[in-house]
């Protein structure tokens, strides 16, 4: 886990991350470690003991990324879970999709071990901006609150 990738920028009601990578994979895992610390400030207090592995497949990137996030927020939600360790395998793209394999690696929430963040409702577009150069990848975003 690097949380160097990203910083939150200010907003006036939600939260706003700026994520770089030096691929679209390495963005979207510091966009997703954004996400948890928003959720557990204290990224380093959860242990890697319960591992899941998650597809996603969307139309574009946005979609692919909005998905991606929204299945954190879904494993938060119902399984109280969440993750210190995420890894994305490359991306694949055909004519009609792109897919996106991540292993996570975390643990339940827990009160008495990790800080409670900020609740985050959603994911949204509002904002949403990936952008590829040769010197790698920058996505913006903004988490509903």
Known sequence: MRNTGYRFLNHTADVSVEAKGKNLEEAF???????????????????????????????????????FLTEFLYLFDVEELIFSKIKIHPIKHNQE?????????????????????????????SFMKIEEK???????????I
Do not use: W
Not at 108 to 117: D, L, M, S, V
Not at 134 to 144: A, S, Y
């Open 134 to 144: 040769k010197n790698g990848v920058k996505i913006n975003i903004v988490f509903d």
């Open 97 to 125: 999709k792109f897919c996106l394999e991540a292993n996570l690696k975390g643990e339940k929430f827990n009160t008495n071990k990790h800080e409670a963040g900020t609740e985050v409702k959603a994911i949204t577009y």
């Open 29 to 67: 895992e510091q966009t997703a470690y954004s996400l948890m610390e928003t959720i557990t400030p204290s990224l380093i207090t959860i242990s890697p003991e319960i591992e899941r592995t998650i597809i996603i497949e969307a139309e574009d990137k946005e979609a692919l990324l909005f998905d």
